[in-house]
């Protein structure tokens, strides 16, 4: 509101100061006049007309805002009770009684706000990874006001891409239109809408400042950069052209400059979407080699004409950059004939490929150019995303979490330990942390990826029979899941 105010006072002193000098001088007696007449020519326009050339982006906004919904989630967030303050030491006369501090562990309840848009009639809407990292409820409210709850049934945290499951959702949902990011132009005009601060569908305009930017986020990283107002809250919302497609997903913001923000491209979430509705997370391949960039100064040291290509800084043992004969100090030029303008470029390029995949390299080796075939294997902690479809974050333990039970489950031999659970989610009050998951409706649990795929061929509509051992006592719970 300051540069408002401050806006403001310049124009009010100005206005004083012409009606000040347009005064007559005391002493002059003023002139009879008579009324002047103006004739109405024309009502004043109810809508402002689009001058010949500007943006419509009243008519834009009003078609797109009905695909752009506000995303809620909580965390619950346990913290030692002595960093909770007892309600009778803030308030003496709620005091019940003396309490040791550090007797339990107290909750507190995270809020967080994000956008996002509905990509089909289905209800399945895409947004950042980041805006529902670790949420235990994530609530979707529509531009028209109705609100549904929501589950994640997929993400990919390295791209920062998430898709969420409306729950009860109409088929009549507005959807938006998905553009292409590589056709976009610097210079051209876009239009961010999302949740800022929480405030609700709010629009604002810019234009494409540049694209390809790295900023350090990802090994993915591609940024189209925007100098459309972006704040806390528009994260996972759209960035859309002047023809109502979205070209991006708002994520970053660079806090030290105003004006700059940042969105994925939507090419990079077209080619990850359908595996993300299909199976809920993204398989990728890897060469295992370590990269660093090029700068005039390696270039020449190697023998290259010019900085280019991704420098190997090291090759992990058995891996697929090994078998294909990389050694440290080999510059990659080139991904199945595309050359590789920039080492952070490459993960990008091999990306794409499944693991298993076959890709040709030519390779710079000292001082030479040869050609070689890496066959990549997956990422391990992208596979790993497979047994969690629709489920939450682990926790850094390795913790593999259900929402459906409102569970995080760790891997402990070939046994299945539970090691958190949710506060009022499913399994509160029923199962504890340690507890052993032994079967699931009679069959054997054999680990935490063998407990989410057994849970996930069960009916929905029944409950869950688990049998549990806490200490050396088993016994059976049964769980109605979280829908």
């Not at 109705?146 to 409306?166: H, P, S, Y």
């Not at 506060?423 to 340690?434: I, N, S």
Request: aromatic share 2%; with cysteine; glycine share 12%.
């Amino acid at each position: 509101m300051t540069p408002r105010t401050s806006n403001l006072v310049p124009l009010t002193i100005l206005a004083l100061a012409l009606g000040a000098g347009c005064q007559r001088p005391a002493s002059a007696a003023p002139a009879p006049s008579t009324p002047e007449v103006v004739p109405q020519t024309s009502a004043p326009f109810a809508t402002p007309p689009v001058l010949p050339g500007a943006p419509d982006i009243a008519t834009l906004a009003a078609r797109v805002k009905p695909a752009v919904v506000n995303i809620t989630t909580v965390q619950a967030v346990r913290v030692p009770r002595a960093d909770v303050p007892d309600i009778g030491e803030l308030f003496p006369f709620f005091n019940q009684g003396p309490r040791r501090r550090g007797e339990g562990d107290g909750v507190m309840k995270q809020q967080a706000l994000g956008s996002g848009f509905i990509v089909d009639q289905q209800g399945h809407v895409v947004t950042n990874a980041h805006v529902i990292d670790g949420a235990n409820q994530v609530k979707v409210r529509l531009a028209d006001e109705r609100e549904f709850k929501a589950k994640v049934i997929g993400k990919d945290t390295r791209l920062d891409v998430a898709v969420l499951q409306l729950d009860g959702a109409p088929r009549d949902l507005p959807t938006v239109s998905l553009g292409q990011s590589e056709a976009t132009r610097v210079g051209e005009y876009v239009v961010a809408i999302g949740n800022p601060f929480g405030l609700g569908n709010t629009v604002t305009m810019g234009i494409v400042s540049a694209k390809g930017r790295t900023i350090g986020a990802g090994p993915y990283d591609d940024f189209i950069q925007t100098d459309a107002s972006i704040n806390p809250g528009n994260s996972g919302g759209p960035l859309f052209n002047l023809r109502g497609q979205v070209v991006g997903i708002n994520t970053a913001i660079n806090p030290q400059g105003k004006g700059i923000g940042f969105a994925i491209p939507v090419d990079a979430v077209k080619q990850v979407l359908p595996e993300l509705l299909a199976t809920g997370h993204v398989s990728r391949g890897q060469l295992g080699v370590v990269i660093q960039g090029m700068d005039e100064d390696l270039a020449r040291a190697v023998g290259l004409d010019r900085p280019r290509g991704a420098l190997v800084e090291s090759v992990e043992a058995g891996s697929p950059g090994e078998r294909a004969g990389l050694k440290p100090g080999d510059v990659i030029l080139s991904v199945d004939g595309q050359p590789v303008p920039h080492s952070e470029d490459l993960p990008r390029m091999i990306a794409p490929h499944h693991p298993g995949t076959p890709v040709k390299l030519s390779v710079w080796h000292e001082g030479k150019e040869r050609d070689a075939t890496a066959t990549l294997v997956a990422i391990e902690d992208d596979a790993q995303h497979a047994s969690t479809r629709g489920e939450p974050q682990g926790d850094p333990q390795g913790s593999r979490p259900s929402s459906a039970l409102g569970i995080g489950v760790a891997d402990d031999g070939g046994r299945a330990v539970v090691q958190s659970v949710t506060t009022d989610g499913p399994a509160d009050g029923k199962l504890r942390p340690g507890d052993v998951i032994d079967e699931v409706d009679h069959q054997p649990v054999g680990g935490a990826a063998d407990l989410a795929a057994k849970l996930r061929a069960i009916p929905g509509d029944k409950p869950v029979l688990l049998r549990v051992t806490r200490g050396s006592q088993a016994r059976y719970v049964a769980i109605e899941r979280a829908r």
